[in-house]
């Protein structure tokens, strides 16, 4: 082990830097050189990378976003991108490569990592949707879920004082993690998820009973995957990006307009969207990237290849990447059957 390269892919997220650094840091120790690589798989596509030293990591743990600055590409669109990839590891001259990413990034790692001898890839999972399989938590998240949570304990005292309802549209794609992390820690009155369509009948007719009560106000907390039951899902934009995904957004609104015409309480509207990917890492996510990165380089140097560093219980341990990509995690309909006992 003389070379090895790391590049971050799909949207960022808070906590990538202390992985790198800790890839770097662990790397030095052991006389390897890290080759960054830009912009995820973009940059082996076209040899875009930087030489990280210990100076270049030392800035970095408390920093949100990447230094190495990431992208949606997809190689496998195009069977030259692959080739380019392919032909860009070896004339690096890497030994290995630390993919860090979520399903797509992670998707394509497991692929040339299997497809290609001599291409050697190890993974440490990412995103604020906590929706990768085969990890307790992906750092990241629980950066979200507070500034999620922040966001929401704000809007209750604008809503209360104005007498509303709120519906607060929160980040995941096709899973309810943040929404219902952060709409439990909020007190939220309502939280919708993906994973269960909602019957707008109930929603309104938790938010009647609140008023009946004498509550003055309510928090609807709605994944931007959230579906209502009978009607579509609600998108941004159809078109699909290259790794084949829909742009979510608009639930909220969508929502908002059909409680006030229900129930006749004005509602507004809140999109908390990039807001939560961005800023400082909580030190959650700078401790479990940290140990994800020290991970991710004892693979290397076991070259134990193919694999991912992932938290099972507190401890973490390496899984086939494979487990990681065949399918999202997402909520389990019991943990939402509980959290819906605190609606109302
Ligand atoms: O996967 C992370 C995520 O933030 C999703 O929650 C969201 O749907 C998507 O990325 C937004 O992507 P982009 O930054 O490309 O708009």
């Given amino acids: 082990m003389e070379r090895i390269g790391v590049l971050t892919g799909g949207g960022d997220c808070p906590g990538l830097n202390a992985v790198i650094r800790a890839v770097v840091i662990k790397a030095f120790q052991n006389n390897i050189k890290v080759v960054g690589i830009k912009n995820g798989w973009k940059g082996l596509v076209q040899t875009d990378t930087v030489d990280l030293g210990l100076d270049s990591v030392e800035d970095i743990l408390a920093k949100g976003g990447t230094i190495l600055g990431t992208s949606r590409t997809n190689p496998y669109k195009k069977p030259e991108d692959v080739k380019s990839v392919i032909e860009n590891y070896k004339k690096l001259k890497l030994d290995a490569l630390v993919a860090i990413g979520g399903e797509d990034t992670l998707g394509v790692a497991n692929k040339l990592n299997k497809e290609n001898k001599g291409i050697n890839v190890v993974c440490c999972p990412?995103?604020?949707?906590?929706?990768?399989?085969?990890?307790?938590?992906?750092?990241?998240?629980?950066?979200?879920?507070?500034?999620?949570?922040?966001?929401?304990?704000?809007?209750?005292?604008?809503?209360?004082?104005?007498?509303?309802?709120?519906?607060?549209?929160?980040?995941?794609?096709?899973?309810?993690?943040?929404?219902?992390?952060?709409?439990?820690?909020?007190?939220?009155?309502?939280?919708?998820?993906?994973?269960?369509?909602?019957?707008?009948?109930?929603?309104?007719?938790?938010?009647?009973?609140?008023?009946?009560?004498?509550?003055?106000?309510?928090?609807?907390?709605?994944?931007?995957?959230?579906?209502?039951?009978?009607?579509?899902?609600?998108?941004?934009?159809?078109?699909?990006?290259?790794?084949?995904?829909?742009?979510?957004?608009?639930?909220?609104?969508?929502?908002?307009?059909?409680?006030?015409?229900?129930?006749?309480?004005?509602?507004r509207t809140a999109i908390l969207g990039h807001i939560q990917r961005g800023g400082t890492p909580s030190a959650f996510d700078r401790f479990l990237g940290t140990r994800f990165g020290l991970k991710a380089m004892d693979l290397v140097l076991a070259k134990k290849f193919g694999y991912m560093a992932s938290l099972r219980g507190g401890d973490v341990v390496e899984v086939p990447i494979q487990d990681a990509v065949g399918t999202l995690k997402t909520v389990d309909k019991k943990l939402y059957d509980i959290a819906k006992t605190l609606f109302g």
């Avoid at 906590?130 to 750092?139: E, I, K, R």
């Avoid at 106000?217 to 995904?245: C, M, N, P, W």
């Fill in 126 to 267: 990412k995103t604020i949707d906590n929706d990768l399989s085969a990890t307790d938590y992906t750092f990241g998240f629980d950066t979200a879920v507070n500034i999620a949570t922040e966001a929401i304990d704000r809007l209750r005292t604008t809503t209360e004082s104005h007498h509303r309802v709120m519906v607060v549209e929160i980040m995941g794609r096709h899973a309810g993690w943040l929404a219902l992390h952060s709409g439990i820690a909020s007190g939220a009155n309502i939280i919708l998820i993906p994973e269960v369509p909602v019957d707008l009948d109930e929603v309104v007719a938790i938010l009647n009973k609140r008023k009946a009560e004498g509550h003055q106000y309510s928090i609807v907390a709605a994944a931007e995957g959230a579906k209502i039951r009978t009607s579509q899902e609600v998108l941004k934009q159809q078109e699909l990006d290259s790794f084949g995904h829909v742009r979510l957004g608009g639930i909220a609104e969508t929502l908002a307009k059909e409680i006030e015409k229900r129930t006749g309480i004005e509602t």
